[in-house]
């Protein structure tokens, strides 16, 4: 079975706080996704990567960056967090299906 | 026309009933269209996909039709259990581009008992 791991299910952060979330799959996968998802709105591609160090910019970068040094783990940075980036951030990574870890709701006061 | 158009957004469901919820798409390049299902708390999880060249596919109480030149897909959920309650999204994706999803907007089903 594949295992998509995020290393937090619940964070809470201050304005301005410099943020990680990390994602880990265990599947040899060479694509990984970040979104983040509000009501209303549904999934919000973030970044995505195809390969080790390569990244690009989804539907909603502003305001995150990414890293993927080694081919299992993705990390999205918020570079110094705002309150309208509280909500659920959800990594995924794929072949050709996409396989979602458990999210991290992220609120920042 | 890289989108995709779900509805309903919301959907209330007498237990032993139908659910379906409508995808339509324009990019004629998208060859595969999964769903996914979502329970509150939860990550998606893939529930059934599809791609073009069959106009139907059935897993269970799950069935997606395909209508090729109208590019709409659906999902019906035959026997509706409380426990199908949850947040659907449909997507679409053309193969060699990475694994990139375009997901609809979602429909949250309520199954009532």
């Known amino acids: 079975d594949v295992k998509v791991t995020q290393s937090s299910r619940y964070l809470v952060k201050r304005t301005g706080e410099k943020v990680f979330l990390e994602c880990v799959q265990d599947m040899d996968h060479e694509n990984m996704f970040w979104y983040r998802q509000d009501p209303g709105l549904g999934l919000r591609l973030i970044y995505f990567?195809?390969?080790?160090?390569?990244?690009e910019k989804g539907d909603i970068p502003e305001g995150y960056s990414v890293s993927r040094e080694k081919k299992e783990r993705f990390s999205l940075i918020l570079e110094s967090a705002s309150t309208n980036q509280t909500s659920m951030y959800l990594c995924?990574?794929?072949?050709?299906?996409?396989?979602f870890g458990p999210g991290t709701r992220l609120t920042v006061l | 026309q890289q989108q995709v158009k779900q509805s309903p957004q919301s959907l209330i469901v007498q237990k032993g009933g139908i659910s379906i919820i409508n995808c339509a798409y324009e990019n004629t390049a998208f060859d595969y269209f999964p769903w996914y299902q979502q329970f509150p708390g939860k990550g998606p999880a893939l529930l059934i996909a599809?791609?073009?060249?069959?106009s139907e596919k059935k897993e269970g109480r799950f069935t997606i039709s395909f209508n090729k030149s109208a590019k709409q897909f659906s999902l019906h959920i035959m026997d509706s259990q409380p426990g199908d309650s949850a947040t659907y999204f449909c997507?679409?994706?053309?193969?060699?581009?990475?694994?990139?999803?375009?997901f609809g907007q979602g429909t949250t089903l309520q199954v009532k008992p």
């Open positions: 995924a990574s794929s072949l050709r299906e996409q396989y």
């Open positions: 599809i791609r073009p060249d069959v």
């Open positions: 990567s195809y390969d080790v160090k390569m990244k």
């Open positions: 997507a679409a994706s053309s193969s060699g581009n990475t694994g990139k999803l375009i």
